[in-house]
C-alpha cells in the first residue's frame, strides 16, 4: 500500500536528491537504539506497526533474541498492525499473534513503530502507509509506545515537513467525509489514489479508503503552553481538538493523528513516555 507522498516524489525526482544510503543508515541506528532500550527477551506481547523503518525494528529485536534467549519455556508473541507488518514478522521467524486472539485483558509490553511526523511533545502524524486504524488499536493497548523516527520526521509542530493527515474512512461516506473536511479547513482534502499501473483509491487492510487532508496550522503544544489553544478559527488547530473533530464526522474510522500517548492520559493508562524519538 506504500505509494511515495506527492511531496516525496518531488524531492526525489529533483536534482537535490536525498541521500537515501544517509535516511536508511539513520533509521537503522534509531530502530536498534530503540530495541536495545526498551525490549528485553521475558516480554510476552509486543507490538510490530507498519512501514519500512519497523523493518529495521524487526531486525533489531531478532538479534537481540538471538544474542539474549528468552528464558526456557517462554514465548514472545508479536502482534502485527496489517497484512505488511505480520509478513515482516513472520519473514524474521517470529511468533505473530492476532490482536483478537491476545489473551482477555492482557496488554503488550512495548509497541515499536515508525511515524510520518512527529512534534515536540511526541504527537504524530501516521498512516502514510495506509495503516493508521490497526497501528493505534495496536498502540492503545500497549504499556508503551515507542515510536522509532529519524531526523527528517522531528519537528517542533506537526505538519512541517509532511503536508497532511491521514484518515481512514469508509468507501461509501468518503465524498461526504471530504465535504465536511473542506469545512473545517482542509479545502484540498483529497481521496488517495494509486498512482502508476493500478487505477482507484487505496485501499487498507479494511478495505476502508485513505483521505489525507492538509491544514493550515497545527499548533506546537508550546504554543499552547504559551496560552493558545485552537479550535479551527482562522483554520488554526491544536492536536487533540483536530483530532477529535475529525472522529467526529460520520465516515471516519481513525484519523492519523496519534496524540496524548506521551501525557497524563497515558499515564493513568498505565503508559510510560516522555523521550525525544532517537
Ligand atoms: C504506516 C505508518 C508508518 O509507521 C509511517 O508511515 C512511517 O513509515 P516509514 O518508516 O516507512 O517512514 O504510519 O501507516
Known sequence: HRLAHPRTLNTTMSSKAPD???????????????VEEHFNSSMRFVGIGSGSTIVYGVEAIKAHLEKNPPPPNHMN??????WNSRKVIEQAGLLPIAFDSLPGD?????????????????????????????????????KKFVCIADYRKDQKRLLTNWPSI?????????????????????????????????????????????????????????????????DGKDGVWSVDTLAARIKQINGVLEVGLFHGLNGAQAQAAGMQGGQRPV
Do not use: M
Open 106 to 142: 492482557a496488554l503488550l509490553e512495548v509497541c515499536f513503530d515508525g511515524a510520518d511526523e512527529v512534534d515536540e511533545d511526541l504527537n504524530c502524524i501516521k498512516g502514510g502507509g495506509a495503516c493508521l486504524f490497526q497501528e493505534k488499536l495496536v498502540a492503545c493497548r500497549s
Open 166 to 230: 491521514p484518515i481512514e474512512v469508509a468507501p461509501i461516506a468518503h465524498a461526504s467525509v471530504l465535504r465536511e473536511l473542506r469545512l473545517i479547513g482542509s479545502p484540498d482534502a483529497k481521496l488517495r489514489e494509486h498512482s502508476l499501473a493500478k487505477t482507484g483509491p487505496i485501499q487498507t487492510d479494511q478495505s476502508f479508503y485513505i483521505i489525507d487532508a492538509p491544514f493550515k496550522t497545527l499548533l506546537s503544544p508550546l504554543d499552547e503552553k504559551n496560552g493558545s489553544r485552537a
Open 77 to 82: 508473541w508479536f502482534v502485527p498492525t496489517g
Open 20 to 34: 537515501l544510503d544517509k535516511i536508511e543508515s539513520a533509521k537503522r541506528k534509531a530502530a536498534f537504539k530503540a
